[in-house]
T-cell receptor, first 114, second 114 residues
Framework: QKEVEQNSGPLSVPEGAIASLNCTYSDRVSQSFFWYRQYSGKSPELIMSIYSNGDKEDGRFTAQLNKASQYVSLLIRDSQPSDSATYLCAGTRGSGAGSYQLTFGKGTKLSVIP | DVKVTQSSRYLVKRTGEKVFLECVQDMDHENMFWYRQDPGLGLRLIYFSYDVKMKEKGDIPEGYSVSREKKERFSLILESASTNQTSMYLC?????????????FGPGTRLTVL
């Protein structure tokens, strides 16, 4: 099993709808999880971080973590065309020196249709 | 704001050349990372460093080396460039040693090896 898995998409949603991005992870990944947004030709930028089970909301974005199911998700409410990008899910590996490392999924491409 | 800069946005080199990619961060971060990003393969960790003069191999260190003589600067070296090292190279930094702190990315260097 890959450490972090995402559906590559593309995921298409109409403007104003909720976009739901999902990510599963293996036993080698733990502690902290991150969602990055990457526009074409640009570098990743942090959207959300989540460290404990449950939901975390920031504006139109909600991250959800379920450690029992090894599942992380990102909901984008009132999706805008400017949200069209690739979304990368990442988690930390283990502890000690390994916890400095993030392991990334391959990303889900989101298209918001006006 | 955290700022991570990379020496070049685009670079074209010939097979067999020695290539230096430079990364500088201005936030006194302990950790620095080098990734490459390829279509279909996602972000892969090449090397990272958690202190000056310290380095750790990532997932794909073969064909690369690194240098960190000063805290703010982390260099990636391709001793003898090959065409399969054509890629987008991303540098990142993070402020803490434990728990998987947020990584901040530079703008990337698109390297083409002919």
């Amino acid at each position: 099993q890959k450490e972090v898995e995402q559906n590559s998409g593309p995921l298409s949603v109409p403007e104003g709808a909720i976009a739901s991005l999902n990510c599963t992870y293996s036993d080698r990944v733990s502690q902290s999880f991150f969602w990055y947004r990457q526009y074409s030709g640009k570098s990743p930028e942090l959207i959300m971080s989540i460290y404990s089970n449950g939901d975390k909301e920031d504006g139109r974005f909600t991250a959800q973590l379920n450690k029992a199911s090894q599942y992380v998700s990102l909901l984008i409410r009132d999706s805008q065309p400017s949200d069209s990008a690739t979304y990368l899910c990442a988690g930390t590996r283990g502890s000690g020196a390994g916890s400095y490392q993030l392991t990334f999924g391959k990303g889900t491409k989101l298209s918001v249709i006006p | 704001d955290v700022k991570v800069t990379q020496s070049s946005r685009y670079l074209v080199k010939r097979t067999g050349e020695k290539v230096f990619l430079e990364c500088v961060q201005d936030m006194d971060h302990e950790n620095m990372f080098w990734y490459r990003q390829d279509p279909g393969l996602g972000l892969r960790l090449i090397y990272f460093s958690y202190d000056v003069k310290m380095k750790e191999k990532g997932d794909i260190p073969e064909g690369y080396s690194v240098s960190r003589e000063k805290k703010e600067r982390f260099s990636l070296i391709l001793e003898s460039a090959s065409t399969n090292q054509t890629s987008m190279y991303l540098c990142a930094s993070s402020p803490n040693l434990a728990g998987g702190d947020t990584q901040y990315f530079g703008p990337g260097t698109r390297l083409t090896v002919l």
